[in-house]
């Protein structure tokens, strides 16, 4: 540069003139002749004229629905209703229960309005949103029938709808059952564990029935085109799913570092002590994030999985491709009632026996499943002739005789949806025994972290990386086996069927719902109730009135807790699974749209023209290469969002926390903390710190998109699934590896606690903090948010894009860019709000 | 008000007047009025009548120990800070107030010390007037009546220790629970004691830092000379979590 401006004896304003006007004329000559030489032919999209909407189409006069399949989705909506029903029987059970002292529910009350307030809020901030995200789906639908342009829409206001509610009904479940379970811990252990997980069952029962009523009343609707609606439903609930987790995992963490920080390292005082202001802010966090987030998040699953394969079972099954995964939900509701019922502890029960019944529930349920969908496989699975035609090149096989062990010589039936399901359960099951096997204390790698704290902070945060990143490898392993398998499954067929056989991996994965969000917001509620018992227990009191009844209760709670806190780190392990099986099923729709132009259009797509536009996503394409490149570093810019969110909160908690400490009578014990001060920190900061993340999510796809064209977007996608599902794997497993660690060593290894190990092992505990229940977990309904806003603004990007619009036209590439720009200006934002500093952060800085 | 006399017997050796009640004297020094203070604290109420001598200045005190201003207690008129506890009747130490990092305070009252001293290596850890962690043969009164012979080459007038717990596994290494910084060497001191190398003590460490310290007293605390022992028994586990469930929770939870 310096030889350049002594040859041309340029000015620093001379230099920027220049390179202002090559800017223009590259950017002209690109407009002018884009690409970089190679074929861009736009894909041979199949006719406009094809697409129409029949309403309630199994009532129509020439319907291609037997009346056996009609019956069938009316049993199947009647499931989703019974589920609905056994939540709320067991809701009144719940409420009906025993609620203790009057200080034990003064406590739960707090916690209760604190958890409120946060929803409340939240709603509040995003309801606005969701109605204009509605108007906007309205305006921008790419497709032809106005049907589905109004159908999509108030799909996804239902979709984020139901999504909340299944968060807040969860939630506020949680929060009453709480109170329930320190009750009955006071009186025996069954009775307690009992409530605890009924309360999850309600939220799990919930998200199970709600998930299912949706996708079954918008199927009787649209018919085989649900999936124009259902990917309107799917987005509701995904992004609702972002929200819930990004805002409740900035609160929970937010909360619990702030209440640490304060009370554990610097006043010295034990966990959930009432004389610490963030208290009841942390038990409310333990709620927002693992409650109401991960409902969400698993219902977006749910719902995203069954898009995928409705999409992917239209373009290749057909009509009986569409139908197969709402039936094999409506069996797995009908498991998880059954199952999570069996789920049972007696008086004299320990926290092992109570594990072995949650685990042994989750077997019934699986046997339910997999034994319902073979039958109804069996008996429904029969395509006589009606597998799509294709050039015979990508048939290894005769398409209408599959293998002996696929069809049991029986002519036209093909079990293999049926057995990718089964996959699908197995895959569940396997997942969770990573997950276990990484970040539970009975294996190898905590034991090497809690060793590992022997010898200070260092070693335990490097143990830590190495076991996060071995298990990130065998989870995407067990992953790609997975996929294998399906593979192996539907060999012979074109890719089409695999896909649609990974996405019944899915469906099959996801068809114990209940069971799993049973698990999972059980640690929460024993995680409170604990928290109640701390507070609200009166130990002189019950001493007086039984001798040992206070020591029983705490034990019982304790056990609970712990009880919990290996069911919630086992279903994470579902959660980013899911996230990735439903990604991969959305990933291959997406190809789908490609080939065809628009969604609608999806069951006239041929076989042929999927295996071309497939083939043309590769990273030997520069463009694509470039999409894939930025899509693998969107996660991590994600997670640095949130990470620096939740210290820029905690902060904020921790200057209040110490304000309220100062006060002596406070710290005597005399006076209660403001605890409704540091919930209206975490609630607001939570709110404010969502937007930045949220953008990001919504924003990234459509700004690769509209720049790159949908061949980038397809990489961009790639790179973000890959990178997505290993930071996640990471994060979660490192983060319970070492929280599991210190748990180990307050259990009475090297030292116990207050040893220098265990500080070592609070460290450690602290920085997985964060990434375990806040960055970690939003990564999955990340990848999800960012597939579906891709694949609902494809027919856009399609044509307006700015390297290979398919109408070809300058005002194409104009827009394109115009839209892109807009995009990357959305995104500076949010980065640059992510670094801001909080006004008590900047006084402090100003301070001398 | 009325004036109490206070004994601080450790981070430093003290006789303190103060208008405070114990707990709340004890919460003061553990946690102090602007929270900058942390660690655990120990001390004794001394009984005035039951001391002899004129070693204190203490006739004065009503003059010096006055009220705030304000009329607020005075917390702290620190009267001697140095060869205190030598100077204190034994039949003057009241009951012995251990405070917690966060400032809760569990009293402990002197019985008679009746225990039956089995034979085995004890673990103390001196409190006062010099502190160091010993393992010794001896048992407590034993080892108060050995520490305190102006025979011995090395001895103090009078020593404040508690005895530690020295739990083993089934290999023979401390328990897992124990938060000692060394483990191993204590161990391997315990062995040589064991193998009659024909000490009575020998040192772990000269400075011992025992994080999580009240969770590892074993039968109490013990203050001794020639003239005979007092012992502040410590409670079983038992009756701290269902009696003092704050405190012991306090004591166990906190990191320090």
Redesign the interface.
């Known amino acids: 540069m310096k030889y350049f401006n002594r040859m041309f004896k340029l000015t620093a304003a001379a230099r920027r003139r220049y390179l202002m006007l090559m800017m223009l004329l590259f950017g002209a000559a690109y407009f002018w002749q884009p690409g970089f030489g190679q074929d861009r032919t736009p894909p041979a999209h199949a006719s406009a004229e094809g697409a129409h909407f029949v309403p309630f189409p199994m009532f129509a006069e020439n319907t291609t629905f037997a009346p056996l399949e009609v019956a069938m989705l009316f049993v199947v909506l009647l499931i989703a209703v019974a589920g609905l029903i056994y939540a709320a029987l067991l809701a009144s059970q719940v409420l009906k229960a025993d609620q203790g002292t009057a200080k034990m529910r003064e406590i739960a009350s707090a916690v209760r309005e604190g958890s409120n307030a946060y929803l409340g809020a939240q709603f509040r901030k995003i309801g606005p949103l969701i109605l204009l995200l509605t108007l906007l789906l309205l305006l921008t639908y790419s497709g032809t029938v106005d049907a589905f342009r109004w159908g999509r829409a108030a799909s996804f206001f239902v979709g984020a709808l139901f999504s909340w509610t299944v968060g807040f009904v969860g939630m506020r479940l949680a929060t009453t059952g709480n109170l329930r379970v320190a009750a009955a811990a006071t009186r025996s252990y069954g009775e307690a564990m009992q409530l605890g997980y009924r309360t999850g069952t309600v939220t799990g029962m919930l998200t199970d029935g709600l998930g299912l009523l949706g996708g079954t009343v918008i199927f009787i609707i649209f018919g085989e085109q649900a999936y124009e609606a259902l990917l309107g439903f799917g987005f509701g609930g995904t992004l609702l799913a972002l929200f819930m987790r990004v805002g409740g995992g900035i609160y929970t963490k937010a909360a619990d570092v702030g209440a640490d920080l304060v009370g554990?390292?610097e006043?010295?005082?034990?966990?959930d002590?009432p004389r610490n202001a963030a208290t009841i802010a942390d038990n409310v966090g333990d709620n927002v994030g693992d409650c109401a987030g991960m409902s969400a998040d698993i219902f977006e699953s749910y719902e995203v999985t069954m898009v995928a394969a409705m999409i992917l079972g239209m373009a290749s099954f057909g009509h009986i491709g569409v139908i197969f995964p709402l039936l094999v939900r409506g069996i797995g509701v009908l498991g998880s009632i059954v199952s999570t019922y069996s789920v049972k502890a007696g008086k004299e029960d320990t926290s092992d026996t109570a594990l072995h019944s949650v685990h042994r529930g989750f077997w019934i349920g699986s046997a339910i499943s997999v034994t319902g969908f073979i039958v109804l496989g069996f008996l429904y699975l029969r395509f006589p002739g009606v597998l799509k035609e294709a050039p015979a090149e990508f048939w290894a096989m005769d398409p209408t005789a599959p293998a002996f062990w696929a069809n049991f010589g029986v002519p036209g039936l093909d079990m293999r949806p049926a057995i990718a399901c089964f996959i699908g359960v197995l895959l569940a099951i396997v997942l969770n025994k990573v997950t276990s096997y990484y970040t539970h204390t009975g294996h190898a790698p905590v034991r090497s972290l809690a060793r590992a704290c022997q010898t200070g902070h260092a070693t335990n945060i490097i143990q830590g990386f190495a076991v996060g990143y071995e298990s990130t490898v065998v989870t995407i392993l067990v992953i790609a086996v997975t996929i294998l398998l399906t593979v192996l499954v539907f060999a012979g067929t074109p890719p089409l069927f695999v896909a649609y056989g990974v996405a019944m991996v899915g469906i099959g994965m996801l068809t114990l719902t209940g069971n799993t969000i049973s698990m999972d917001v059980f640690g929460p509620v024993a995680d409170n109730a604990n928290g109640i018992g701390?507070m609200g227990y009166e130990?002189?009191e019950m001493?007086r009135r039984e001798a040992?009844s206070?020591?029983r209760a705490?034990q019982i709670l304790a056990d609970l807790d712990a009880v919990g806190n290996t069911t919630k780190a086992e279903t994470k392990g579902i959660a980013i699974g899911s996230a990735v099986i439903a990604a991969v099923s959305l990933f291959s729709s997406f190809i789908a749209v490609i080939a065809v132009g628009s969604e609608d259009k999806i069951d006239q797509m041929t076989i042929l023209q999927y295996v071309t536009e497939a083939g043309r996503l590769t990273i030997a394409d520069p463009v694509v290469f470039i999409g894939f490149l930025i899509g693998g570093a969107v996660p991590f810019l994600f997670s640095s969002m949130l990470i620096r969110a939740v210290g820029r909160a905690a902060f904020d908690i921790v200057n209040e926390c110490r304000v309220q400490?100062?006060d002596?009578q406070i710290?005597?014990g005399t006076k209660k903390p403001d605890y409704g001060r540091v919930v209206d920190i975490c609630t607001n900061t939570a709110q404010k710190e969502l937007i930045g993340p949220g953008v990001l999510a919504m924003m990234a796809p459509v700004c690769v998109g509209f720049l790159l064209g949908p061949y980038a977007l397809g990489g961009f996608l790639a790179g973000m699934i890959l990178v997505g599902q290993l930071i996640a794997v990471f994060m979660s497993n490192a983060g319970g590896a070492w929280d599991n660690a210190k748990k180990m060593i307050e259990d009475?290894?090297?030292?116990?606690?207050?040893?220098?190990a265990?500080?070592a092992a609070?460290t450690g505990d602290t920085v997985g903090d964060p990434l375990k229940d806040t960055a970690g977990p939003a990564v999955n309904p990340l990848i999800k948010v960012m597939n579906m806003v891709s694949l609902l603004t494809l027919g856009l990007v399609l044509r307006y894009n700015l390297i290979d619009p398919s109408v070809g036209e300058h005002s194409a590439r104009l827009v394109g860019l115009a839209v892109a720009l807009l995009c990357a200006f959305s995104i500076a934002w949010a980065v640059w709000q992510s670094k801001r500093e909080t006004p008590a952060m900047a006084q402090d800085r100003a301070m001398p | 008000m009325q004036i109490h006399l206070y004994m601080l017997c450790n981070r430093c050796e003290a006789l303190v007047a103060s208008h405070l009640e114990p707990e709340a004297f004890g919460r003061y020094m553990a946690v102090g009025t602007q929270k900058n203070t942390r660690g655990n604290v120990l001390f004794f109420e001394i009984d005035r009548a039951a001391l002899r001598g004129g070693f204190f200045r203490l006739d004065d005190i009503e003059q010096r120990c006055v009220p705030h201003p304000d009329g607020s207690p005075k917390r702290s008129k620190y009267i001697s800070i140095y060869r205190v506890l030598e100077h204190i009747d034994l039949g003057a130490f009241g009951p012995l107030y251990l405070v917690t990092a966060d400032g809760r305070v569990l009293a402990l009252q002197a019985d008679g010390y009746t225990a039956k001293e089995e034979p085995g290596v004890n673990l103390y850890d001196e409190l006062c007037p010099v502190s160091p962690m010993v393992v010794s043969a001896l048992a407590p009164s034993k080892f108060a009546t050995f520490l305190t012979d102006p025979a011995n080459p090395i001895s103090v007038p009078r020593i404040f220790f508690a005895d530690m717990l020295l739990d083993r596994d089934e290999t023979g290494r401390l328990a897992g629970y124990l938060p000692y910084a060394d483990p191993m060497h204590i161990i391997d001191c315990v062995k040589e004691l064991e193998q009659g190398s024909g000490k009575p003590s020998k040192t772990v460490s000269r400075s011992p830092r025992v994080h999580g310290f009240f969770r590892t007293i074993r039968r109490g605390f013990f203050i001794g000379d020639q003239t005979g022992i007092r012992h502040y028994p410590f409670p079983e586990r038992r009756e701290l979590e269902v009696n003092h469930a704050k405190w012991w929770r306090s004591a166990t939870e906190s990191l320090s």
């Open positions: 554990k390292i006043q010295d005082i034990p966990e002590d701390e130990p002189e001493e040992g206070y020591k705490r400490f100062r002596p710290w005597d009475g290894i090297y030292g116990g606690k207050g040893s220098e265990h500080k609070v």
